[in-house]
T-cell receptor, first 109, second 116 residues
Framework: GQQVMQIPQYQHVQEGEDFTTYCNSS?????IQWYKQRPGGHPVFLIQ?????EVKKQKRLTFQFGEAKKNSSLHITATQTTDVGTYFC?????????FGDGTTLTVKP | GAGVSQTPSNKVTEKGKYVELRCDPI?????LYWYRQSLGQGPEFLIY????????DSGLPNDRFFAVRPEGSVSTLKIQRTERGDSAVYLC??????????????FGPGTRLTVL
């Protein structure tokens, strides 16, 4: 996989506020996956994006893949305490996955 | 069904010792992956198996690290002459193996290795 950079590293929000994490690469990516890791847990697959400009939604989560396939974002609407964790973007190429360093979200009730 | 399991869940060893970490993938998954995760960082790729063979071992940091999967199911990650810098959570994942670049990977709970 190719190197992916994530920002911000940490995000603290009040419950009900929105949250966005960004993933960027200097080169074109064949795909992006997003995983969530709860505190003390292991990464769990959320979604995969493969097409330029692709947008996918899962309830309050919206995932986008940029037109140039060099960036991606995850947006959470009206955060809940169950959204806490670290969100990773991942690029996989022929079985080799490269994880970003993640964005850790904390939510204040 | 059963997910990916890893044993032990925790391993404490002394510098210079040899350790083995075991991974049991989801039944029927031909692809198996090992990662290392340090605090505050994303998982770092170590090695990827397709069946019994290592399809990509470019992430193994040095020759002290070795992994096997002799029957295409259970895998063992072996670390010789452990160093304090090897302390991390070692994660294993498996996937169906049909599309290596797009298969969903299912992670185990990890083994926390501490080298004193």
């Amino acid at each position: 996989g190719q190197q992916v950079m994530q920002i911000p590293q940490y995000q603290h929000v009040q419950e009900g506020e929105d949250f966005t994490t960004y993933c960027n690469s200097s080169t074109t990516l064949s795909n992006i996956q997003w995983y969530k890791q709860r505190p003390g847990g292991h990464p769990v697959f959320l979604i995969q994006l493969v097409k330029s400009g692709e947008v996918k939604k899962q309830k309050r989560l919206t995932f986008q893949f940029g037109e140039a396939k060099k960036n991606s974002s995850l947006h959470i609407t009206a955060t809940q305490t169950t959204d806490v964790g670290t969100y990773f973007c991942v690029n996989t190429n022929a079985g080799k996955s490269t994880f970003g360093d993640g964005t850790t979200l904390t939510v204040k009730p | 069904g059963a997910g990916v399991s890893q044993t032990p869940s925790n391993k404490v060893t002394e510098k210079g010792k040899y350790v083995e970490l075991r991974c049991d993938p989801i039944s029927g998954h031909t692809a198996l992956y090992w990662y290392r995760q340090s605090l505050g960082q994303g998982p770092e790729f170590l090695i990827y198996f397709q069946g019994t063979g290592a399809a990509d071992d470019s992430g193994l940091p040095n020759d002290r690290f070795f992994a096997v999967r002799p029957e295409g199911s259970v895998s063992t990650l072996k670390i010789q002459r452990t160093e304090r810098g090897d302390s991390a959570v070692y994660l294993c994942a498996s996937s169906p193996g049909t599309h290596p670049s797009t298969d969903t990977q299912y992670f185990g709970p990890g083994t926390r290795l501490t080298v004193l």
